[in-house]
Nanobody
């Protein structure tokens, strides 16, 4: 059974950087597109990025475009979210999830809905 565990969160000042990790287990190799999501207090969970199963394509929400980068290390079955130029608005619990589908249309990655149970997530707090 696929299990994803997030780590790497913490407290940083505005303008700082963090790298989150999403470690997958339960499969010899992770053949799913993976999405990173976040949920701030009082707000709905939103997707901030996704990466294709082969790692060749990524997509980012407008709010994080140019500041966040997602990558994957297939040998380690781990997906990363590199976050830079962090803002107080990025404060949230961050989650990763396997996605039900993926497609590339006109060079743009389209990611499907997440499936499975949500993990504990990892808290990111940006404040001065």
């Amino acid at each position: 059974q696929l299990q994803l565990v997030e780590s790497g969160g913490g407290s940083v000042q505005p303008g700082g950087s963090l790298r989150l990790s999403c470690a997958a287990s339960g499969f010899t190799r992770l053949y799913y597109a993976i999405g990173w999501f976040r949920q701030a207090p009082g707000k709905e969970r939103e997707r901030v990025s996704c990466i294709s199963s082969n790692g060749d394509n990524t997509h980012y929400a407008d709010a994080v475009k140019g500041r966040f980068t997602t990558s994957r290390d297939s040998a380690k079955n781990t997906i990363y979210l590199h976050m830079s130029s962090l803002e107080p608005e990025d404060t949230a619990v961050y989650y990763c999830a396997a996605l039900m589908s993926e497609s590339v249309v006109g060079g743009i990655l389209r990611c499907g809905m997440p499936f499975g149970s949500w993990g504990q997530g990892t808290q990111v707090t940006v404040s001065s």
